[in-house]
Nanobody, 117 residues
């Protein structure tokens, strides 16, 4: 069974940086990890940054200019470099992947990011 495991979350102050990682249990021949999402308390889950199979990236909301999504296809790990963090970036961050064959969708368990002074 495919699993996605996020790591790298934590407690930081405004203006600081964090790098999140999402590791897949299978290779890119089985699952493609395509995006980062977040869900703040009391709010719906929203997309933050996406990357397609060719490496083209899309940033949503105010992630543009502050966050960088990248992927290591050899290790099948997705990264999210988050810079200049703000209070409003506080949320649980999830990665999302899709099966190469079929239509399965996978989510990680989430990693908590808290920005607080």
């Amino acid at each position: 069974q495919v699993k996605l495991v996020e790591s790298g979350g934590g407690l930081v102050q405004p203006g600081e940086s964090l790098r999140l990682s999402c590791a897949a249990s299978e290779s890119i021949d089985v699952v493609r990890i395509m995006g980062w999402y977040r869900q703040a308390s009391g709010k719906e889950r929203e997309a933050v940054a996406l990357i397609n199979i060719n490496g083209a990236t899309t940033y949503l909301g105010d992630a543009t200019g502050r966050f960088i999504i990248s992927r290591d296809d050899t290790m099948n790990i997705l990264y999210l470099q988050m810079n200049s963090l703000k209070f409003e970036d506080t949320a649980v961050y999830y990665c999302r992947g899709y099966s190469v064959r079929g239509s399965n969708e996978y989510w990680g368990q989430g990693t908590q990011v808290t920005v607080s002074s």
